[in-house]
């Protein structure tokens, strides 16, 4: 099966193309400090055989938090639990990535804030975000290049920027939440301007041999807003500062989402052939035979599974039993998928 073949992206070899994509899980300390949840938690899926793992949503500050029990990563303080959560990964097989992020105006943090390109809330309950000034901006963007600094320390294999589900590089990108009318709104290359400032950054203090991508909202469901073909343009422009797409959609608005099986894999597909550069699927993928399609069909890379390894950690390696790849299934494990 493709799903278990090795994947290579730059130095990082992964044992197969299944990824467990970052997912909030709001078991930090108020001061951003993993816990003995995120070691189990990881390390559980990594056992359960996935080739990747990305570590949730971590702030590069502190009102850049969703909530104020999300991972963090803005002072030198928290490198070093961090780095226990990169170890229990790579101790059981799988790479460790790690998502930046800043929530910009979804954040429900108390530290500050929240803020935004635009003085425009979330919804009626939100609050109104402060316009962020160039001098914050270029504040957030050394706070990016400083957290993908400790990553490094931290010693994750991968980074991945988080500019989708209507946090604050997202905001920035689409022009339903972006009205400014500085060098940082108006046309496309001035919606992506603090995006590619970012990577840029971050690409300076993150090794040349590490793979750094990118994960966006390819879709933001209503009219005027982000969709394939806007995000394809935008990807183009900074296609050179990455080296993958984990193609998501939606979060910008509060408007309702139709999913099903595979609802996000277009994104993917379409990204892969418009910009010619590797994606990652997710989108309420379950099944295997799915997975297989999209990987022998070409419309992706890798292959996300959210949901499903919260429900079954060893989706994986049953998976693989299930179609006799002996040889992947852990030997501690084996005496459970023997033949009587």
Request: proline share 6%; charged share 25%.
């Amino acid at each position: 099966m493709k799903l278990f073949e090795t994947y290579q992206m730059k130095n990082m070899t992964l044992r197969n193309r299944i990824v467990m994509p970052p997912m909030c899980m709001y078991q930090a300390t108020s001061d951003g400090f993993p816990t003995l949840f995120h070691l189990c938690h990881y390390a559980t899926r990594a056992m359960g055989g996935a080739g990747l793992i990305i570590v949730e949503s971590t702030a590069v500050t502190p009102e850049g938090r969703i909530s104020d029990n999300d991972l963090g990563l803005w002072n030198d303080d928290q490198i070093a639990g961090m780095k226990r959560v990169a170890d229990v990964i790579h101790a059981n097989g799988a790479k460790a990535a790690l998502q930046l992020n800043h929530a910009g105006r979804k954040s429900r943090s108390a530290s500050g804030g929240p803020f935004a390109p635009s003085a425009i809330p979330f919804d009626e309950n939100s609050r109104v975000p402060g316009e962020l000034t160039e001098r914050r901006i270029l504040a957030l963007t050394e706070a990016f290049r400083q957290a993908a600094q400790r990553a490094d320390q931290a010693g994750f294999d991968a980074l991945e920027i988080h500019a989708a589900h209507g946090y604050l590089l997202h905001e920035f990108l689409s022009p339903l939440t972006n009205r400014r009318t500085d060098g940082y709104g108006g046309t496309l290359e001035n919606r992506v301007r603090f995006l590619r400032e970012v990577l840029t950054a971050a690409r300076g203090a993150w090794p040349a041999d590490k793979p750094l991508w990118l994960r966006v909202s390819a879709c933001d469901y209503q009219e005027c807003g982000i969709d394939g073909g806007m995000m394809s343009e935008m990807i183009r422009q900074i296609k050179p500062l990455v080296d993958c797409v984990h193609a998501s959609s939606g979060g910008l608005l509060p408007v309702k989402v139709s999913d099903y099986p595979g609802y996000q894999v277009q994104f993917a597909e379409e990204l892969r052939r418009e910009c010619g550069i590797p994606t990652i699927a997710v989108g309420l993928i379950t099944d295997e035979k799915m997975a297989e399609e999209i990987l022998e069909n070409g419309r992706a890379d890798l292959i996300a599974l959210g949901r499903e390894l919260l429900r079954n950690p060893y989706w994986p390696i049953n998976v693989a039993a299930k179609y006799g790849l002996d040889d992947f299934i852990p030997e501690s494990y084996r005496r459970a998928y023997a033949k009587p």
